[in-house]
């Protein structure tokens, strides 16, 4: 997951988001890298699951982004 936040949004917002967003990916990739050493099924489930999370909040912060720079927000 990369981060590509265009800086047309106005006022602090798009630093918070750019922030948050670097965050949210930042803990997807370190929960997809403990994964590769996981052994324990039920440790396995829940990092995935965390993962996935992750992976959502990914997703809601750019499509608020989206929103914002489209002057929806």
Do not use: C, P
Not at 9 to 26: H, N, W
């Amino acid at each position: 997951m990369k981060t590509n936040v265009s800086r047309k949004i106005i006022g602090g917002e798009d630093r918070i988001l750019a922030m948050a967003l670097k965050k949210e990916e930042a803990a997807y990739r370190f929960y997809d890298g403990v994964l590769k050493d996981l052994k324990v099924d039920f440790l396995r489930e829940l990092v995935e699951k965390l993962r996935e999370e992750e992976s959502k909040h990914v997703l809601m912060i750019r499509k608020r982004i989206a929103k914002l720079e489209a002057g929806k927000g």
